[in-house]
C-alpha cells in the first residue's frame, strides 16, 4: 500500500510543480506589463497569504522540512497526526504558489517534504501501523520522495533522507525509503519526462590551477551560507527590539511592510528576485544571463524578509539561485576554470553553506544538471563550505529550526493542569 502513497507523492508533486510554473508565469505577465503594479500586489498578497493560513491551514507557515524532522523525533503521535495533515498539504501547495505571484522569494522543494511526509502518514494510519519505528519510517520516507519528486533527483532524495531527515541509519537506509522514493521518481519521470532541472551541463574542472576556483567558492558560499542560516535561526526566536514588538502588536501590517520591501527590491532588480530564481539560475548555468553581484545580493535580502513575513515557502531553489548568482559573478575573476563550472561550484558552496549537507548539496547540483564530470570538485568545495559555514554557524539551520519547532509545539500541547503542578 506504501507504494501507492508513493505513487500519489510523485502525481501531486507533478501537479504542485505544474500550478507553481503557472504562478510564476502569471507574475510575468504581471510584472512585465505593469512593473509597479507589484507595489500593491505584494504587500496585499503576502497578508492575504497570512491570513488565510492562519485561518484554513494553521501549521503551514515556514518551509516543512523543519516540522518534518521534528515529527521524526515525536513518540506523540497525537501531536504528528495535527502537525502532517492533508490539509496543512493541501495548504502548503496553495499557499505557496499564491506566494510565487506575489513575488515572494520561496520555492516549492521544502513544502514538498511535508507534503509527501503528511501523505505517507495518512497511509500509514490508514493501514494500522501502531509501531514507532516503523511509523517514522513511513514519514521518512515520504519526506525523502516529495523532495526527489520536486528536483526529479531520485539519488538526492535518498542522500537528503541520509544526511538531513534521519539519525539513525537502520531508518536512512530501509528498503521501504528506497522503495517509495523510486516509484515516487518513476511516476514523475513518467507525467513530465526525463528531464533535467537546470537542463545539461559538459563542464569540466580539471585538478590544478582550475581547482582555484574550489577554494573562493568554498570559502565564499561557506560563510555567506553560513551568515544566512544564524540570521534566520537568530529571526525564528523573534524578531529583535522594536520589529518584534511592532509584529507582535500589528502582525498583519507587519506582513505588508515585508510585501512592500519585496516590490521594492524586485523593481530595483528588474524583477530578478521575485519567486524562486529558477529562470535566472538556468540562464545562469547555461551562460545566456549575466547578472551583476546586486542579483545575489539582493536575492539574499529578500529571502531573510519572506521568512520574517512567516508565509509557507521553501529555501531550496532560491538558495540555489543565489548560488549560481555568486558563481556567474566570481566566474570573472576565475579565467583558468570554465564559466558555466565556476556557476556550479556556486551553486553547491552556497546550498551546502545553508543546510550544511555536504552529500546532499553535491548530489543536487550533480542530478539537477546531469553532470558526473565535476563530481569530484563539487564534493571538495561543499565540504569547504561545509567547514567555513560551521565555524560562522555551529548549528545547522534545519536541525535548529526544528528544535525550536518541536519545543514550541510540545509546550503548546502540555496540558494546563501540569502547568500549574510546575508552578
Same mark, same amino acid.
Given at each position: 500500500?506504501?507504494?501507492?502513497?508513493?505513487?500519489?507523492?510523485?502525481?501531486?508533486?507533478?501537479?504542485?510543480?505544474?500550478?507553481?510554473?503557472?504562478?510564476? *508565469?502569471?507574475?510575468?505577465?504581471?510584472?512585465?506589463?505593469?512593473?509597479?503594479?507589484?507595489?500593491?500586489?505584494?504587500?496585499?498578497? =503576502?497578508?492575504?497569504?497570512?491570513?488565510?493560513?492562519?485561518?484554513?491551514?494553521?501549521?503551514?507557515?515556514?518551509?516543512?522540512?523543519?516540522?518534518?524532522?521534528?515529527?521524526?523525533?515525536?513518540?506523540?503521535?497525537?501531536?504528528?497526526?495535527?502537525?502532517?495533515?492533508?490539509?496543512?498539504?493541501?495548504?502548503?501547495?496553495?499557499?505557496?504558489?499564491?506566494?510565487?505571484?506575489?513575488?515572494?522569494?520561496?520555492?516549492?522543494?521544502?513544502?514538498?517534504?511535508?507534503?509527501?511526509?503528511?501523505?505517507?502518514?495518512?497511509?500509514?494510519?490508514? %493501514?494500522?501501523?501502531?509501531?514507532?519505528?516503523?511509523?517514522?519510517?513511513?514519514?521518512?520516507?515520504?519526506?525523502?520522495?516529495?523532495?526527489?519528486?520536486?528536483?526529479?533527483?531520485?539519488?538526492?532524495?535518498?542522500?537528503?533522507?541520509?544526511?538531513?531527515?534521519?539519525?539513525?541509519?537502520?531508518?536512512?537506509?530501509?528498503?521501504?525509503?528506497? #522503495?517509495?522514493?523510486?516509484?515516487?521518481?518513476?511516476? +514523475?519521470?513518467?507525467?513530465?519526462?526525463?528531464?533535467?532541472?537546470?537542463?545539461?551541463?559538459?563542464?569540466?574542472?580539471?585538478?590544478?590551477?582550475?581547482?582555484?576556483?574550489?577554494?573562493?567558492?568554498?570559502?565564499?558560499?561557506?560563510?555567506?551560507?553560513?551568515?544566512? +542560516?544564524?540570521?534566520?535561526?537568530?529571526?525564528?526566536?523573534?524578531?529583535?527590539?522594536?520589529?518584534?514588538?511592532?509584529?507582535?502588536?500589528?502582525?498583519?501590517?507587519?506582513?505588508?511592510?515585508?510585501?512592500?520591501?519585496?516590490?521594492?527590491?524586485?523593481?530595483?532588480?528588474?524583477?530578478?528576485?521575485?519567486?524562486?530564481?529558477?529562470?535566472?539560475?538556468?540562464?545562469?548555468?547555461?551562460?545566456?544571463?549575466?547578472?551583476?553581484?546586486?542579483?545575489?545580493? =539582493?536575492?539574499?535580502?529578500?529571502?531573510?524578509?519572506?521568512?520574517?513575513?512567516?508565509?509557507?515557502?521553501?529555501?531550496?531553489?532560491?538558495?540555489?539561485?543565489?548560488?549560481?548568482?555568486?558563481?556567474?559573478?566570481? *566566474?570573472?575573476?576565475?579565467?583558468?576554470?570554465?564559466?558555466?563550472?565556476?556557476?556550479?561550484?556556486?551553486?553547491?558552496?552556497?546550498?551546502?553553506?545553508?543546510?550544511?549537507?555536504?552529500?546532499?548539496?553535491?548530489?543536487?547540483?550533480?542530478?539537477?544538471?546531469?553532470?558526473?564530470?565535476?563530481?569530484?570538485?563539487?564534493?571538495?568545495?561543499?565540504?569547504?563550505?561545509?567547514?567555513?559555514?560551521?565555524?560562522?554557524?555551529?548549528?545547522?539551520?534545519?536541525?535548529?529550526?526544528?528544535?525550536?519547532?518541536?519545543?514550541? #509545539?510540545?509546550? %503548546?500541547?502540555?496540558?494546563?493542569?501540569?502547568?500549574?503542578? *510546575?508552578?
Amino acid at each position: 500500500m506504501y507504494c501507492t502513497g508513493a505513487v500519489l507523492i510523485g502525481i501531486i508533486s507533478v501537479i504542485f510543480a505544474h500550478l507553481g510554473d503557472w504562478a510564476a *508565469e502569471l507574475r510575468y505577465h504581471v510584472v512585465s506589463t505593469n512593473p509597479r503594479s507589484m507595489l500593491v500586489i505584494a504587500p496585499l498578497g =503576502l497578508v492575504a497569504i497570512s491570513w488565510l493560513t492562519r485561518l484554513l491551514f494553521n501549521g503551514a507557515q515556514g518551509s516543512g522540512i523543519p516540522q518534518t524532522i521534528a515529527t521524526l523525533h515525536m513518540h506523540n503521535f497525537v501531536l504528528v497526526d495535527r502537525i502532517l495533515t492533508l490539509r496543512i498539504a493541501l495548504g502548503k501547495i496553495l499557499m505557496t504558489c499564491f506566494g510565487l505571484i506575489c513575488g515572494a522569494s520561496i520555492g516549492r522543494e521544502g513544502p514538498s517534504v511535508q507534503i509527501g511526509a503528511s501523505i505517507m502518514h495518512a497511509f500509514s494510519r490508514a %493501514m494500522g501501523q501502531h509501531n514507532d519505528v516503523t511509523r517514522h519510517g513511513m514519514i521518512l520516507a515520504g519526506g525523502a520522495a516529495g523532495m526527489a519528486a520536486a528536483f526529479n533527483t531520485p539519488l538526492a532524495g535518498v542522500v537528503f533522507a541520509i544526511e538531513e531527515l534521519a539519525h539513525s541509519f537502520e531508518q536512512k537506509a530501509s528498503g521501504r525509503t528506497l #522503495t517509495v522514493i523510486i516509484f515516487s521518481g518513476i511516476t +514523475a519521470i513518467a507525467l513530465l519526462g526525463n528531464y533535467t532541472y537546470f537542463g545539461r551541463t559538459n563542464v569540466f574542472i580539471p585538478v590544478g590551477r582550475a581547482w582555484l576556483a574550489v577554494l573562493v567558492c568554498g570559502v565564499s558560499g561557506g560563510l555567506a551560507g553560513g551568515i544566512f +542560516a544564524r540570521l534566520v535561526i537568530r529571526l525564528s526566536k523573534g524578531l529583535p527590539a522594536f520589529l518584534g514588538r511592532f509584529s507582535g502588536r500589528f502582525p498583519l501590517v507587519f506582513v505588508a511592510l515585508c510585501g512592500l520591501l519585496l516590490a521594492l527590491i524586485g523593481l530595483a532588480s528588474d524583477g530578478a528576485t521575485y519567486g524562486t530564481g529558477y529562470l535566472q539560475a538556468r540562464g545562469i548555468v547555461d551562460g545566456s544571463l549575466h547578472y551583476p553581484a546586486s542579483f545575489f545580493l =539582493l536575492k539574499y535580502i529578500s529571502m531573510l524578509i519572506t521568512f520574517c513575513s512567516g508565509i509557507p515557502g521553501g529555501m531550496f531553489a532560491p538558495s540555489l539561485a543565489i548560488g549560481a548568482g555568486m558563481g556567474g559573478w566570481a *566566474e570573472q575573476f576565475l579565467p583558468h576554470t570554465s564559466p558555466g563550472g565556476v556557476v556550479l561550484l556556486g551553486m553547491a558552496a552556497y546550498f551546502c553553506g545553508v543546510a550544511q549537507s555536504p552529500l546532499t548539496a553535491t548530489i543536487i547540483v550533480m542530478e539537477i544538471c546531469d553532470n558526473q564530470q565535476v563530481t569530484l570538485a563539487l564534493l571538495a568545495t561543499a565540504f569547504l563550505s561545509f567547514g567555513v559555514s560551521r565555524m560562522v554557524c555551529p548549528r545547522p539551520l534545519y536541525s535548529a529550526l526544528a528544535t525550536g519547532f518541536l519545543e514550541k #509545539t510540545e509546550r %503548546m500541547a502540555r496540558p494546563a493542569s501540569h502547568d500549574r503542578l *510546575e508552578k
